[in-house]
């Protein structure tokens, strides 16, 4: 769901201050030994699965997702004090379900809820990059949400940053670009018809 609502009071630094604010436990600083991998999974759709069963209750998947960790190996790890377990991803590690789009003296954000319930503002530390599938040459967006996670950006969201897009043409080719607290990410490269 995009929304901008340019007579409401909204300013950026309280969106930014919200957004900082969200706590997660430091499982960047953590190094506990690796104790093994659990049938536990990460589907596509952002559905976890443990031993082949959904997790149906909201609470537990939410707290599960503040312990995830990927660490430099590309695996996924759900991470505490005293223990590091593998586990499997699909694809992303959450799905980004919201947009706001919020305009203030000229500056626009782009605050993306996800699944979960995390909240982030796409910017140089948390950007979206768009993976183009060599079969299909269907788009996959995704942004980054903390540490290596990242959040695929859903098809309905994804179709309302393309609304909101410009044109932009670098050396005679032209693509579709978003902007968003300062920095600019394209969303891919349009068709010679398209431009």
């Not at 559905?47 to 590309?74: A, E, H, N, Q």
């Not at 996924?76 to 590091?84: A, F, G, W």
């Not at 309905?156 to 410009?166: P, Q, T």
Request: charged share 30%; glycine share 8%; hydrophobic share 40%.
């Amino acid at each position: 769901m995009v929304s901008g609502n340019n007579n409401a009071k909204i300013r950026l630094e309280d969106i930014i201050k919200h957004v900082e604010g969200q706590r997660f436990p430091p499982v960047d600083k953590w190094n506990p030994e690796f104790c093994g991998d659990i049938d536990m999974r990460i589907a596509r759709d952002g559905t976890w699965f443990y031993m082949g069963t959904p997790i149906g209750r909201k609470r537990m998947v939410k707290l599960f997702s503040t312990v995830l960790r990927k660490d430099s190996d590309g695996k996924t790890y759900l991470v505490t004090p005293v223990e590091k377990i593998g586990i499997t991803v699909e694809d992303a590690h959450f799905i980004a379900t919201q947009v706001e789009i919020v305009e203030d003296d000229g500056q626009q954000l782009l605050k993306f809820t996800t699944n979960v319930g995390d909240e982030v503002i796409a910017d140089g530390d948390h950007p979206i990059t768009v993976v183009v599938d060599d079969d299909t040459k269907e788009p996959r967006p995704y942004i980054r949400v903390r540490g290596r996670l990242d959040a695929l950006i859903s098809r309905n969201v994804f179709y309302e940053l393309v609304d909101h897009a410009e044109v932009v043409k670098d050396d005679g080719k032209a693509r579709l670009a978003i902007a968003s607290a300062g920095a600019v990410f394209s969303l891919g490269e349009l068709e010679d018809g398209d431009a």
